[in-house]
T-cell receptor, first 112, second 112 residues
Framework: NAGVTQTPKFQVLKTGQSMTLQCAQDMNHNSMYWYRQDPGMGLRLIYYSASEGTTDKGEVPNGYNVSRLNKREFSLRLESAAPSQTSVYFC???????????FGSGTRLTVV | DQQVKQNSPSLSVQEGRISILNCDYTNSMFDYFLWYKKYPAEGPTFLISISSIKDKNEDGRFTVFLNKSAKHLSLHIVPSQPGDSAVYFCAARGGSNYKLTFGKGTLLTVNP
């Protein structure tokens, strides 16, 4: 998915460990988003950032923190991972015009 | 409270026939509706969108219909092709910062 890069692609954590999911976009858009996808649950918004220096909670923010480092980068941090955070995480930015998003290819996280 | 609902978890159709994917919403403040397509191990990709002031939008084999009075939209794919086999997410935009609310998705299988 051109324009949005997520790292890592896969990660296994032990309960209580911390990690940061990285996201960078080269589409020069202000808005960036973090979603998680779980079986049978669709895509749920964790946090979003309307512009550099601003962040806001989405539907499921508990257990997560975010940092909008600059216009390009928006990271998601798990301070103390729990098995309930096992999921696929997607970062996105606006395409513009038709109000759609461009998504990254995702990070598959397993917490054991 | 699920504001965007896709009540069919899966749909199977024959190649060449029409695929109809349905979506219902509850929030009358949504002003834009979008469909995304997702293949395994990839991020969702934007497919087609429609403004709330329209009732139809067409793009090649894909047509989205919006019935505001019924709070219902549908995606028609004609003719269906095996490469269309994927999970389809309905999404709606409401409020500030272009946040999208997604349905749970429908897995479409197009059989050769």
């Amino acid at each position: 998915n051109a324009g949005v890069t997520q790292t890592p692609k896969f990660q296994v954590l032990k309960t209580g460990q911390s990690m940061t999911l990285q996201c960078a976009q080269d589409m020069n858009h202000n808005s960036m988003y973090w979603y998680r996808q779980d079986p049978g649950m669709g895509l749920r918004l964790i946090y979003y950032s309307a512009s550099e220096g601003t962040t806001d909670k989405g539907e499921v923010p508990n257990g997560y923190n975010v940092s909008r480092l600059n216009k390009r980068e928006f990271s998601l941090r798990l301070e103390s991972a729990a098995p309930s955070q096992t999921s696929v995480y997607f970062c996105a930015t606006l395409i513009g015009g038709n109000y759609g998003y461009t998504f990254g290819s995702g990070t598959r996280l397993t917490v054991v | 409270d699920q504001q965007v609902k896709q009540n069919s978890p899966s749909l199977s159709v024959q190649e060449g026939r029409i695929s109809i994917l349905n979506c219902d919403y509850t929030n009358s403040m949504f002003d834009y509706f979008l469909w995304y397509k997702k293949y395994p191990a990839e991020g969702p990709t934007f497919l087609i969108s429609i403004s709330s002031i329209k009732d139809k939008n067409e793009d090649g084999r894909f047509t989205v219909f919006l019935n505001k009075s019924a709070k219902h939209l549908s995606l028609h794919i004609v003719p269906s092709q095996p490469g269309d086999s994927a999970v389809y997410f309905c999404a709606a935009r409401g409020g500030s910062n272009y946040k999208l609310t997604f349905g749970k998705g429908t897995l479409l299988t197009v059989n050769p």
